[in-house]
């Protein structure tokens, strides 16, 4: 394909981002969900610029790159969903540099936009122990999703999975005797994770029921949905949002389970490599950032304990 033509609802323009998405699994081993996000992100580029003229690939300057990225400032994007989707503008561009689809690339002056270093929001001990002592209490009065729910709870904070980890489990991968799962994470990249006797016993329990619900489509899967089949990140969520306004904590989505498993784990005494291994991080600076929630802390116990703080 050369000089492509971006009109709208051209199958030129679905051909163009099938094969810029195949790239970008193929190539540079970018998550599903990834490759969704900036699918989404260079199509609604290529919207603007059509709006504004530009009916060729080859048509899309710095000009249309930096007001496409200011309409999304004006439209109050997130700084995270900015930096995200100018990334996903230079990926694109780039690529269709190589491809020889364009001739040059307008993005390599394209500046970046920072995102704050925010802290993320875990539980505190208590809170996390509330939780599951709640979602326990419920799965023994309850059904097979309510066992489900509490196993799902129990292994996303004992592990620190991703949702879309904890959803693509197989069965055979959970050794409860061993008390290690093997999850796949981004890039595909396997990983071996442990879990305690709590996570166990709360699968097991998931396990001696799952049958009531398991189909021929799903005989694989772990975690199942209400209707049989494999559970999916979005049920993953309602569960957890569900589970903690019952028991009372503060609101969190799966990944502040993630994110409080790591900070716990820290505050334990593990060692960041070891944390970084446990929850897949491809470099140490994205692990490094659990240990500035452990200073605050302490911060806040010394400013509260000591008389000469």
């Known amino acids: 394909m050369t000089v492509t033509e971006i009109m709208e609802e051209a199958p030129e323009r679905a051909a163009l981002l099938d094969d810029f998405c195949a790239h970008l699994g193929a190539q540079r081993g ?11 992100d260079v199509d609604s580029l290529l919207s603007f610029a059509v709006r504004h003229g530009a009916g060729h690939l ?18 109050h994007r997130s700084r995270a969903t900015l930096a995200r989707r100018g990334a996903a503008a230079r990926t694109f561009l780039a690529w269709a540099t190589r491809t020889g689809r364009i001739e040059s690339d307008p993005s390599v002056r394209l500046g970046t936009a920072r995102v704050p270093a925010l802290l993320p929001t875990v539980l505190r001990g208590e809170a996390v122990i509330q939780l ?37 489990i197989d069965v055979l991968q959970a050794d409860l005797d061993e008390r290690i799962v093997r999850v796949v994470g981004k890039g595909d990249k396997e990983r071996v994770v442990p879990f305690g006797r709590p996570a166990r016993d709360a699968v097991a329990a998931w396990l001696r029921v799952r049958d009531e619900l ?77 240990t500035h929630i452990s200073a605050e802390r302490l911060r806040s116990a010394y400013a509260l304990a000591h008389p000469r703080a």
């Open 30 to 40: 970018l998550s599903q969900n990834t490759s969704r996000a900036y699918r989404s």
């Open 58 to 75: 080859d048509q899309i300057d710095l000009r249309t790159l930096r007001a496409w990225l200011a309409s999304q400032s004006a439209a």
């Open 132 to 168: 599951l002592e709640a979602a326990r209490t419920r799965a023994a009065d309850g059904g097979p999703l309510a066992v489900r729910d509490w196993a799902m709870l129990e292994l996303l904070y004992a592990t620190g999975v991703r949702v879309s980890e904890l959803a693509g």
């Open 214 to 290: 398991v189909t021929p489509a799903s005989a694989d899967a772990l975690f199942l949905g209400a209707r049989g089949g494999r559970v999916d990140p979005r049920q993953v969520r309602e569960v957890v949002h569900a589970a903690t306004a019952a028991a009372g904590v503060d609101d969190l989505a799966p990944h502040g389970l993630r994110h409080t498993a790591a900070t716990h784990l820290l505050e334990g005494g593990s060692d960041l490599r070891s944390v970084q291994e446990i929850l897949g991080h491809s470099s140490l600076a994205t692990t490094q950032r659990y």
